[in-house]
């Protein structure tokens, strides 16, 4: 695996991390651009990114204009990346990436923009996960592209009653859904190479931006671990 760093001086957010497989024999991979949430930096989420591009993805974790910026502000930030690793990224990321193939995803606020990004973005945004989403608005009824939301049982920050499960159950245009809940985690899991988050990460991309219908079993009818304190999805069409 390779990095390549995006310079704080960047069009649309603050600059980030680029990682991705070095290998020229498998040809392009699909890509994820990652939101931090709120006062969080790219650098927090190195295990996860690392995680998710070591099962094919070219991954942008973006750091954001202000460590502050709200969830819809993440979200243009994210379709900033998306535009940014698609049309501009350096010639050695360019060559491995599938630029029809892209995925959206965040933490925390950047959760709540993950699901901003995947309403608003374009086309070649085929996925969208988000992680332990906040967001004030709790209706995402325009979101159109599969969508996985992995929340954490003892999130005290975006409890998942007032938050992520709102969020799933008003996914009701996206053509699949799946909600996650990491079994005794709290809010600041996405900072972690947690197993099961990754496993559901991964299955979610390699379904919907790979489209690899091996992955299916993954998700339906879902795992059955001690691991997850709840799982809901409308399996994989």
């Known amino acids: 695996m390779s990095t390549d760093s995006v310079s704080s001086f960047v ?3 603050g600059g980030g991390t680029i990682y991705y497989p070095t290998s020229t024999s498998a040809g392009t991979f699909g890509g994820v651009v990652f939101s931090p949430g709120f006062t969080a930096r790219a650098s ?10 070591s099962h094919g993805f070219v991954v942008l974790v973006i750091d954001t204009n202000t460590i502050y910026d709200q969830p819809d502000s993440r979200g ?22 599938d630029e029809s193939r892209i995925a959206v995803s965040g933490h925390s606020m950047g959760g709540g923009g993950t ?13 969208a996960v988000a992680l332990q989403p906040w ?9 159109d592209v599969p969508t996985m ?17 709102p969020f799933y159950n008003t996914l009701t245009n996206a ?6 809940e990491i079994n005794n985690a709290g809010h600041l899991i996405a900072n972690t190479d947690d197993d099961w988050q990754g496993r559901l990460f991964v299955s979610w991309l390699k379904r919907y931006l790979d489209e690899d ?11 059955s671990s001690f691991n997850l304190s709840d799982y809901r999805d409308t399996c994989p069409a």
């Open 11 to 13: 069009s649309g957010f």
């Open 44 to 53: 927090q989420y190195i295990p996860l990114a690392r995680r998710v591009a």
């Open 76 to 97: 243009r930030q994210i379709l900033a990346g998306v535009e940014y690793l698609t049309e501009r990224a350096p010639s050695a990321v360019a060559a491995r990436l």
């Open 115 to 127: 699901l901003y990004a995947a309403e608003n973005g374009p086309s070649i945004v085929k996925a």
């Open 135 to 143: 967001h004030t608005d709790k209706t995402w009824y325009g979101v």
């Open 149 to 165: 939301i992995i929340g954490a049982e003892n999130d005290t920050i975006a409890p998942v009653s007032s938050h992520s499960i």
């Open 175 to 180: 053509p699949e859904k799946a909600y996650g």
């Open 213 to 223: 219908t091996r992955y299916d079993p993954y998700l339906c009818p879902g795992p």
